[in-house]
């Protein structure tokens, strides 16, 4: 299991801006999921992307993939007040046994 | 469909003292891992039980101990409390013992050690 590092630590947009959040992993990875942490809260799975994929879209969320790179990143479009959150990447290989968190972004919506 | 439920919600515990979480998985999942949260960190992995058997661990104490029940469910016991314990502690479900895929988390239980 590896810890993936999100960049950057913080981060305040105004709403209706979009948000783009980055993870850098050090070792090749099946797939990279992402989480969302509401404050004080448990954390929502939001998107898995598979290490042969190259961008993922869900709803407002669009993720990205590079391998090459070993990174990706997650793009919020017209952000809401709702998406004031934690936001966790989990690199993973198949047969990881647990998940190594690092610290996330901490992104703040102003009214 | 009840998700990852947990309780109790909030405790507050005193130094020495002993205390007990519990943690029903989603349905139709059989893995069930425990994380410890500290203000403004991500979640720091304790443990995992799958088929009743803690599978792995992570760097915490043997304070820390588990349990898994047939039906899935699952207990953390924390002896000799310390301030240092207070925290978020949650739990996530999935399935098959192989995180590469989601996993489920419980809104959580908040641990104030006093």
């Known amino acids: 299991s590896q810890q993936g590092e999100e960049d950057p630590q913080a981060l305040s947009i105004q709403e209706g801006e979009n948000a783009t959040m980055n993870c850098s992993y050090k070792t090749s990875i099946n797939n990279l999921q992402w989480y969302r942490q509401n404050s004080g809260r448990g954390l929502v799975h939001l998107i898995l992307i598979r290490s042969n994929e190259r961008e993922k879209h869900s709803g407002r969320l669009r993720v990205t993939l590079d391998t090459s790179k070993k990174s990706s990143s997650l793009l919020i479009t017209a952000s809401r007040a709702a998406d004031t959150a934690s936001y966790f990447c989990a690199p993973l290989t198949s047969g990881d046994d647990k998940i190594i968190f690092g610290k996330g972004t901490r992104l703040h919506i102003l009214p | 469909d009840a998700g990852v439920t947990q309780s109790p919600t909030h405790l507050i515990k005193t130094r020495g003292q002993q205390v007990t979480l519990r943690c029903s998985p989603k349905?139709?999942?059989?893995?069930v891992s425990w994380y410890q949260q500290a203000l403004g960190q991500g979640p720091q992995f304790i443990f995992q039980?799958?088929?009743?058997?803690?599978?792995q661990r992570g760097n915490f104490p043997d304070r820390f101990s588990g349990h898994q029940f047939p039906n899935y469910s699952s207990e953390l016991n924390v002896n000799a409390l310390l301030l240092g314990d207070s925290a978020l502690y949650l739990c996530?479900?999935?399935?098959?013992?192989?995180?590469?895929?989601?996993?489920?988390f419980g809104p959580g239980t908040r641990l104030t050690v006093t």
């Open positions: 996530a479900s999935s399935s098959g013992g192989d995180l590469s895929y989601e996993q489920y």
């Open positions: 349905s139709g999942h059989d893995t």
């Open positions: 039980y799958y088929e009743e058997e803690e599978r």
